[in-house]
């Protein structure tokens, strides 16, 4: 397994990068939990304001092949905004809740100027029976089957939320969120989220979700059914918040956290493909989605007083999309294209792309650990991680592996932290037989500097 040195020339975009963001250790106490407006005397009703941005600077070895405006370019090094957010939520009275979230993803050199940004969550709830059950609607995030298929990204522990997760993300849903209505609160220790939504049409996605139909699987072009979606988890021991719908990635040992959950998301008709090679004389067969996971989230403090801690979290996946789907795709991609196009797989399978998702079953992990608060003074503490997707997919000859290793500078909790990841993944390309073969692994090196409130 190769593990690849940054690129010269990188290093000086770094070692500026940090610098840079060594100004930014100190956070207004005010503003570290959103800058919040009381409507009433009681603080019970109240909106509040929140913003995360993240920039990106990052040394990428390109896949074979990858084209930059028809140039090849085998290694790219690039300064991109990976998340800008803003948040307006808050209690209007007792019972009726709002969630508001504006924002952009993968602002990058390659990116079309001046447009981008986009309504993320429109969603107002209404509280039936207080804490047992909310019932709302609108553009929402609601959703199964894992902890992460919608994820806090003021909060996320690793460099990125993992993508298998986000089960049709800019497919049937605009960054995976759907028009819909939902069903949640608790019960006991017992925290409940159930959502029906229609979902958009493919053809209207930004992303690369529509594909020729062939002998696998691919998202149907056809009018879409609704989807039924919902997660649960049951919580040992501290109570998380759901009054929005991400879920928190760390809380950096403010609480003692154990919970053990489950969700599903199914679809009907949701797929399609062709029953033989034959395409002019057979017709179009169509499959549903029927997508379900487990997981286990455990975090708690190690030394209360000092302030260290542990975090670990782990899944597993079974994905049934149809026969031999799988996506390929990476994040905020600094690549347009490929030399080779034989198939939808190969002309996706540029820049720091990988197969992340398809028809099988998929494990995964990450766990880190948070060092004493002060270790390095007035500028916060550091918390080293890691992750690895582990994933065997029908389509694919070989498991598919990618990880990640790197540390976060906590320079005031995740209000102002620099982030330094290093991704191992793979390359898989067509043999001459049409298998699907890993033929290398290549590294990505990223730089991340992250503000919130």
Sequence with gaps: MQFLPIKKGAWLAFISMAGFSYCFGQFPEKLKNGLRFDLDSTKRH????????????????????????AQ???????????????????????????YVQFGQNNLNYLSARKS????????????VAKKYLSIGGGLNGWNGPSRFSNAAVSSILVLDPPGFQEVTNDTYDQFVRRLGVYAKGKIGKLDYRLSVAKPFVIQTTSGSGVEPISTNASFSTLPPSFVHQGYFSYQFFDQENNA???????????????????????????????ANHDVATQDTVKQDMRLFAVDIFYEAPVNEKKGTAISWYASFSNYNYGNNF?????????????????????????????????????????????????????????QPYLDCQYAQYDRLSNPMCVFDVGINWLMNGNNSKITLNYQNRP??????????????????????????F
């Excluded at 109240?46 to 405006?69: C, F, K, S, Y």
């Design 427 to 452: 390359f898989f390309a067509p043999t001459t037989t049409g298998d699907l073969v890993q033929q290398a692994r290549l590294a990505e090196w990223v730089l991340q500097y992250q503000v919130a």
């Design 72 to 98: 090849t370019q085998a290694n790219t090094t690039d300064i991109s905004i990976r998340r800008i957010r803003f948040v307006l939520s808050g209690a209007l009275t007792d019972r009726v809740n709002f």
């Design 244 to 274: 929005g719908p991400a879920m928190t990635g760390s809380y950096l040992g403010k609480k003692k956290i154990f919970n053990i959950g489950g969700g599903f998301y199914y679809q009907r008709n949701a797929m399609y493909r062709l």
């Design 46 to 69: 109240h909106i509040t304001l929140n913003m995360t941005a993240q920039l990106w600077m990052r040394n990428t070895d390109q896949n074979p092949g990858t084209t930059v405006e």
């Design 326 to 382: 799988i996506r390929v795709g990476g994040p905020n991609n600094p690549a347009t294209g490929t030399k080779y196009t034989s198939s939808s797989f190969t002309s996706a399978n540029y820049g720091n792309a990988f197969p992340y998702l398809g028809t099988g079953t998929v494990g995964y992990i990450q766990s880190a650990y948070k060092f004493r608060d002060g270790l390095l003074g007035d500028q916060g503490t550091l």
């Design 116 to 127: 981008g940004f986009f309504f993320h969550d429109i969603t107002v709830d209404y509280a």
